[in-house]
C-alpha cells in the first residue's frame, strides 16, 4: 500500500472489534465520522472469549487468547487497510487551500468564490458584518465614558471592601451595611502634629519629634 494523504487531522475511534475515524477541519475543528468497519479478527475473538466463558475455558479459551495474538500480529495492515478506505470516504467532504495547504470544511471555512480558505480570502460580507459590530461596541463604550457612571459617590471619602462588624460586601460610597445596618467607617485619618507636622501613630497622645500633645 502507497502512502496516505489526508491525515493531518483525525481522531481514531477503533476499537478491538473494528475501525473508525474521526477527520477534523483545520480552520474551525467540525468533521465526519468514517463508517465503521468491523474486524474479522476482533469478532472472532469476541466470540471464542464468549464461548470460553460460558464453558468454563479450556481450549476455546486458548483459541480466544490465539486470536488476541492473531489480531496484534496483523493491526498494523488491517489499521492502514481501514484507515485507507476512511479517508477516501471522508476526503471528499473536504476541501483544500491551494495557499496554505490546509483541508476545511466547504459549509463553513470555505469561500466558494475565491476558491480558497477564509484565512486566505475572507469572505467581504461576513467580515464587513464583523467590523460593523466591532465599531458600535467601540462607539457605546466611548459613549458610556462621558456619561457619570459613579455620581453620588465621594471619591475623596475612605473606601472599605466589607462591613466591619459582619463582613457582608459593602456598595461603593455607601454609609451604611445593608447586612446588619451599622454605619460603614472607613480607615481610620492618620494625625498630625500640629506643632512640626511629623505623622502620630494611632493612639498617640505626643508627637514623637517634638512632643507637643497630639491634636484632639
Not at 43 to 49: E, L, P, Q, T
Not at 99 to 122: I, M
Request: aromatic share 8%.
Amino acid at each position: 500500500m502507497g502512502s496516505i494523504a489526508f491525515t493531518r487531522n483525525y481522531t481514531d475511534h477503533s476499537n478491538d472489534t473494528g475501525y473508525q475515524f474521526e477527520f477534523h477541519c483545520d480552520k474551525c475543528g467540525s468533521g465526519y465520522r468514517s463508517s465503521f468497519q468491523a474486524s474479522a479478527l476482533g469478532v472472532g475473538s469476541k466470540i471464542a472469549k464468549g464461548l470460553g466463558s460460558l464453558f468454563g475455558g479450556g481450549n476455546l479459551w486458548a483459541a480466544g487468547q490465539a486470536s488476541e495474538y492473531m489480531k496484534d500480529g496483523l493491526r498494523g495492515s488491517a489499521w492502514d487497510t481501514a484507515f485507507q478506505h476512511a479517508v477516501e470516504e471522508i476526503k471528499p467532504k473536504f476541501n483544500q487551500c491551494h495557499r496554505c495547504g490546509r483541508w476545511v470544511c466547504p459549509e463553513v471555512c470555505w469561500n466558494e468564490d475565491r476558491q480558497l480558505c477564509h484565512d486566505c480570502a475572507p469572505d467581504l460580507a461576513q467580515e464587513a458584518a464583523s467590523a460593523q459590530a466591532h465599531i458600535q461596541v467601540d462607539q457605546l463604550s466611548e459613549k458610556m465614558r462621558q456619561v457619570d457612571q459613579v455620581k453620588g459617590i465621594d471619591p475623596s471619602a475612605p473606601m472599605v471592601g466589607t462591613c466591619p462588624s459582619c463582613k457582608a460586601r459593602i456598595q461603593p460610597g455607601a454609609k451604611f451595611c445593608a447586612g446588619c445596618g451599622k454605619p460603614v467607617a472607613g480607615p481610620p485619618q492618620k494625625q498630625f502634629c500640629t506643632g512640626c507636622g511629623t505623622a502620630i501613630p494611632s493612639g498617640g497622645r505626643f508627637c514623637a519629634s517634638c512632643g507637643a500633645p497630639a491634636p484632639a
